[in-house]
């Protein structure tokens, strides 16, 4: 049984964590703007490494990242300091720009350690790179908007009561028998 923490929080004010962040199994990165009593909140809620960073001057990593615990991907508007300091922070983790006019990667991209289900605009060469940095394989998803929703991880992952009544058949499909488990959920939490 895998144990996990539940902490409520907001980060500047907003509700959408998942806009400043991007969670794997074993590294958090979290936007450099996040306090530092926010991001203890969280290392220690998910027991991971948090690795502070920005993505073209902006925190909003949840947006312009993704990732899995072996590879991370941002778009062409990083900048070289930001491209050099990440890949510092993860030694061991492939750091790669992906090269895309669909620049919101978290938003087209749906990894975990084990498969990426992609929007299908990508093209072939896009979609080489996803599968080589973050060493996955791939599904296409015509209606995917990951950013907001569906969550996954090495072990399960979880996804919206709307996105899942349409498709958890194919997601079931596509991570195969004795993949991670997707679980369904509608969770709307109100902060005081």
Not at 4 to 17: E, H, P, R, T
Not at 71 to 84: D, T
Not at 134 to 159: F, N, Y
């Amino acid at each position: 049984m895998i144990e996990m923490g539940i902490a409520k929080i907001q980060i500047l004010g907003n509700d959408y964590v998942g806009a400043w962040s991007v969670a794997t199994d074993k590294f958090f990165l979290l936007g450099s703007e996040v306090n530092k009593k926010t991001a203890g909140v969280i290392s220690g809620t998910l027991g991971v490494e948090i690795v502070r960073s920005l993505v073209g001057g902006s925190s909003l990593l949840g947006i312009y990242a993704c990732g899995n615990s072996r590879g991370v991907l941002v778009p062409n508007l990083i900048e070289s300091y930001e491209l050099k300091d990440l890949r510092q922070s993860l030694p061991g983790v492939a750091v790669e720009i992906l090269q895309t006019d669909l620049n919101a990667l978290k938003n087209n991209i749906l990894a975990n350690d084990r498969i990426a289900i992609i929007n299908p605009n990508f093209g072939a060469e896009e979609e080489r790179a996803i599968r080589d940095v973050l060493d996955v394989e791939t599904g296409r998803e015509r209606r995917l908007c990951a950013g907001k929703h569906p969550a996954a991880v090495a072990r399960r992952g979880a996804i919206r009561v709307a996105f899942a009544a349409r498709d958890d058949a194919r997601e079931r499909r596509l991570f195969g028998r004795g993949k991670p488990t997707f679980d369904i959920f509608t969770a709307e939490l109100e902060m005081p």
